[in-house]
């Protein structure tokens, strides 16, 4: 895939995985592709370790949105508890 498409895919994951857990996040769009492209990553190198199945295969395939989402997921219950008591007033 290209940077483009991980950017994409890192919007959109990041995107779909703050709509799974709501709340309030001290971040904006920039820190959810980040998270959505370090998900991705993550989630398709946990897919290899774990499983030993190559997760990250091309855009439209299934297992890169799970893998991804999945990864921005746990990234994003880890960027919580590092930000979370640092809220603004």
């Given amino acids: 895939m290209g940077i483009i498409a991980w950017i994409l895919l890192g919007l959109l994951a990041g ?16 820190i959810t ?11 398709g190198w946990l897919g290899k370790v774990i499983f030993g199945v190559d997760s990250i295969d091309g855009f439209f395939e299934l297992s890169t949105w799970i893998a991804a989402i999945v990864g921005s997921l746990i990234l994003l219950v880890g960027y919580r508890v590092i930000t979370g008591g640092r809220r603004r007033t």
Wanted: proline content about 7%; hydrophobic content about 55%.
């Fill in 33 to 43: 592709i980040l998270i959505g492209i370090a998900g991705g990553l993550l989630g």
């Fill in 15 to 30: 995107l779909i995985a703050k709509m799974l857990m709501p709340g309030k996040d001290p971040g904006g769009i920039i």
